[in-house]
């Protein structure tokens, strides 16, 4: 079975650019969770859906920071425009309504010059 | 809000060392979850833990959820070098919904 999907793997751009993350859950999941790990705050929730309405967004940084699942199978989090603080690599997970354990996607780790 | 306090930090170890790890938490928590993350890739669930003095083995890995629900601790038996990685605590609290809150994680070596 295909576990959480995020593309891309890596993106490098420079400040000031737009960046958009995308995540696939597990088919049949219905909670759908944003993560950020950085060295120094370690992995921070940023925002998570169920049953693709946000309801926690108090982990997004700011309003640079903007995140989407337009139906159960595709999320997106935007960053526009975006700041070198906002390197780090970004976590997609996802879970059943009535569970705890949340599956990671690998991971997209972004750089921002 | 929760805070978990995960220790030790990091540990280096020789191979077929057995390994422990706690976390404590400030407040209660309903379920506990550990985690391993291998270097460029995402937290992989290795055991959940969902009531009070729970004991759940997973191979070589044994957790359980302490009996106050404020902690919970992580053995390995055995140690081998593939035990390399960060590993994780998470819980779930009884208002946090559907939030998880992560430890620091401890960073395990495995000489071999």
């Known amino acids: 079975d295909a576990g959480v999907i995020q593309s891309p793997r890596h993106e490098v751009t420079e400040m000031g650019q737009e960046v958009t993350l995308r995540c696939k859950p597990i088919?049949?999941?219905?909670?759908l969770f944003w993560y950020r790990q950085t060295m120094m705050r370690g992995l921070e929730l940023l925002i998570y859906?169920?049953?693709?309405?946000?309801?926690?967004d108090s982990g997004m940084p700011e309003d640079r920071f903007s995140a989407k699942m337009p139906n159960a199978s595709f999320s997106t989090l935007k960053i526009q425009p975006s700041e070198p603080r906002d390197s780090a690599v970004y976590f997609c997970?996802?879970?059943?309504?009535?569970?705890?354990?949340?599956?990671f996607g690998p991971g997209t780790r972004l750089t921002v010059l | 809000g929760q805070q978990l306090n995960q220790s030790p930090q990091s540990m280096f170890i020789q191979e077929g060392e057995d390994v422990s790890m706690n976390c404590t938490s400030s407040?209660?928590?309903?379920?506990w979850l550990w985690y391993k993350q291998d270097p460029g890739e995402g937290p992989v669930l290795l055991i959940a833990?969902?009531?009070?003095?729970e004991l759940t083995s997973n191979g070589r890995l044994t957790a359980q959820f302490g009996i106050t629900r404020k902690d919970s601790f992580l053995n390995i038996s055995a140690s081998i070098p593939s035990d390399v990685g960060i590993y994780f605590c998470?819980?779930?609290?009884?208002?946090?919904?559907?939030?998880?809150?992560f430890g620091e994680g401890t960073q395990l070596t495995v000489n071999p």
């Open positions: 997970a996802s879970s059943l309504l009535v569970s705890s354990e949340q599956f």
């Open positions: 088919s049949g999941h219905n909670s």
């Open positions: 859906f169920n049953n693709n309405v946000p309801i926690d």
């Open positions: 407040s209660i928590f309903n379920t």
């Open positions: 833990l969902y009531k009070a003095g």
């Open positions: 998470a819980g779930q609290g009884e208002t946090s919904g559907s939030r998880l809150t």
